[in-house]
Each structure stands twice: as C-alpha cells, then as structure tokens.
C-alpha cells in the first residue's frame, strides 16, 4: 500500500513539474541579441534615429560587438524595425547605456526617456548621456583600442562617478530631478574626436531640454554645493601675490596651482530671507595638500593657515561663478528651489514659478578649507 501511494506521489510531482516547465518560456542566450547600448538622434521626416549597440556572445567572433540602425517615429517602433533586421531576438535586459545627440537633447527628452521607465525589460540603473556629435558616428566608428563601444561608454561613465569626477546619470535620478519643480537634471556630455572618445563634462538641462554645458572640472563646484565628497581632487589657483614672502612663484607665473586630494566635504543651503529669496551655502573641506606649484615650506603652520586661507577664498570665487553661469542659463542643478520649498511650504511651487524666482535669487558662499597632510605618499 505504501508503495503505491509511493509511486502515485511521484507521479503527481513529475505531471506538475512537466505542466510547470510548460510554462516557463526559456531564453536561449545564444540566440539572444543583448542591446548593451542605444544612441538616438534625429531623422527627416519627424522621425528618429536609432543606434542599437549588441554584446557578441560568440567567444570565436573578431569583434565583440554588432550595431544594428533603423528609423521610426517612436523608440518602440525602433526596436520593432532593429529587430527586424537581427538575426538574433534582440533583448534590452542588459542595456547599460543611452545616449542622445545634442540636438535631439535640446528639443527635449521626456517622450523617449518615459518611454523607458514603462518598459519592464530595463532597469533602472541605465546611464544616460549627452553626446555633441551624432550618436550614430560615436557608436558605428571602429576604435583601434575599443572591441565593445557600448562596454566602453558604460565602464567610462561608471569610473569617472565613482571617482567623483561626475554627477551619477542613472535613468531614475534623472527623472527624479525632471519631476521636480525645484531642481534641473544633468547628464554626461560626451565629445568624440578622432579615434578618441572624451567625457568633456556635463550637459545642463532646463527641465528636460538641454540648454548648456559646464566643463569636467567645473563639475568640482558643483558635486561641493550639491552632494558630499568622500574621496575628490581638485586643482586650485591662487593669486601669487597672496603667498607674498613665503613663496617663490617663477617670473610672469599668475598663478600658483594647489592640488587636493582625498578632499572630503559637506555643505548645508539655507533659505535666510523668503521674501528676498536669499540663500547661504556653508561648505566645509578638507584635503590632503598633494602638490604645490611654487616652492614654500610645508613644515611652517602660518604657511599652512595662509594656503588654507586663500584655497577657501579661490574656491568661493569658483562657487559662486558657477552660480550665477545657472541663474544665467535659469536652470537650477543644485536644488536651491528643493530647499525653497522644504523651508516655505504652502507656496505651491511650480517649475514655471521656480523659473521666474531663480534667477534673481541672492546666494552667497562660505568656504572653510583644512589642509589635513602635507607630502605623505600612499
């Protein structure tokens, strides 16, 4: 008896893991195309076009990657035509990267980057980016020392944030700023030259059309009034009359570069006058004193003191020269309008509304620098 009810409760197990597997639908990765990246620019005829970067799974191919290009009036009409044309069932699941040619960027992104968050198939940890030529040149070109341009762009972007290099382009981030009527987005500019792909800087968006770039090491001032450093760099310049006897700058130098590394930072913004609208940004550093350009003696503290002193001074200068390049542009990466809101609630703040306000804001900088080693090598 025991060994029918036995037989019979195997029976029953191999009946459902059979039904089961039924309705698995499997995913052969042979016969996958993984898109690792994607560029879209612009098209005749009001449509667009798409460049579908795939990871070659072949481990006998030469190139380790394939590009598929198609036009359509919509993304998804893209990857209808993309896939079309693969020999492959194309899958977005391991998107890493999207790029957009400037021009696309400055008529605005918010049709094809929503189209993204509804898409189950990719998550939400793909990197956008801003590139000034088209994104079909940047991604088609054969680069000497690039096998996956798709790869390329990703670990390139990846490294430079995590350096703090960069603010993080994630696909969600983005449109948390897009969404919010206090803050602007802002995205990786990339420039292509030759057989050489550089990460200039950063495109600054108004809303979700671009309308500005601020160079790789003005982003510095930025990430310092918006974010924490844990572990930056920066190159700083002071007047060499500053340094006055304790220095020895060369004939005709202007100025004298400090390096620091190992720069940690905090900043608090406060709204100070509502009605006004002024605010005050209290931002704190230190650093390790890596590199000096003119010879003084690191061993002295009122030496140390004075470079602190004016690495503070140079360093409010930059700040708030890039605050008023924003209020120029009316766009808002910071989030002064965030603080704006959170502070004077009851205000219904809009985009529009912040747009109008922004841009006679009154912000004012203090800078505090410690010099924390002199000359140490890791």
């Known amino acids: 008896m025991n060994l029918k009810r036995t037989a019979l409760t195997a029976a029953m197990l191999l009946l459902a893991a059979s039904v089961t597997a039924g309705c698995l ?34 481990p006998g191919a030469k190139e380790r990657s394939n590009v598929i290009t198609s036009t359509a009036f919509t993304s998804k009409g893209l990857r209808y035509n ?48 801003v590139s000034k030529g088209r994104a079909f040149d940047l991604m088609t070109r054969r680069y000497p020392e690039i096998s996956n341009i798709g790869e390329y762009l990703f670990q390139s972007i990846r490294q430079n944030v995590e ?10 981030e983005y ?35 671009m309308v500005g770039t601020l160079p790789l090491h003005k982003i510095f001032y930025l990430r310092l009034l918006r974010d924490r450093f844990h572990s930056g760099m920066t190159e700083i310049g002071i007047s060499p009359e500053a340094l006055g006897s304790i220095g020895s700058p060369s004939k ?25 609208l002024a605010f005050t940004v209290q931002v704190h550093m230190s650093g390790r004193l890596q590199e000096i350009s003119s010879p003084v003696n690191l061993r002295n503290r009122q030496v140390i003191e004075l470079l602190e002193r004016e690495a503070s001074k140079a360093v409010q200068a930059n700040a708030m020269a890039f605050i008023k390049k924003t209020q120029k542009l009316n766009v808002d990466p910071v989030g002064f309008g965030e603080k704006y809101r959170a502070q004077h609630r009851g205000t219904g703040l809009t985009p529009d509304k912040w747009k109008q306000l922004y841009p006679k804001a009154k912000v004012s ?9 002199t000359g140490q090598s890791d």
Do not use: C, W
């Open 25 to 58: 639908q499997t995913r052969v990765l042979e016969r996958l195309g993984l898109v690792i990246a994607t560029g879209y620019d612009e098209a005749p005829g009001d449509k667009i076009l798409g460049t579908s970067v795939l990871y070659e799974m072949d």
């Open 82 to 129: 993309n896939n079309v044309e693969s020999r492959k069932k194309l899958t977005s699941g391991q998107l890493r990267v999207v790029v957009y040619h400037e021009d696309l960027a400055r008529k605005g992104l918010t049709g094809l980057v929503d189209t993204m968050l509804r898409d189950p198939e990719i998550g939400s940890g793909v990197y956008l980016a």
């Open 163 to 172: 350096s703090e290099e960069m603010i993080s382009p994630i696909l969600h």
């Open 175 to 209: 449109i948390r700023d897009l969404y919010s009527p206090g803050k602007d987005p802002v995205l990786p500019y990339i420039v292509q030259r030759d057989n050489e792909i550089i990460l200039y800087g950063a495109a600054l968006f108004r809303g979700d059309q």
């Open 252 to 276: 005709g130098q202007k100025q004298v570069y400090l390096v620091l590394d190992s720069v940690k930072s905090k900043s608090r913004i406060r709204l100070t006058d509502a009605k006004q």
């Open 365 to 373: 900088v203090e800078v505090s620098t410690k010099i924390l080693r």
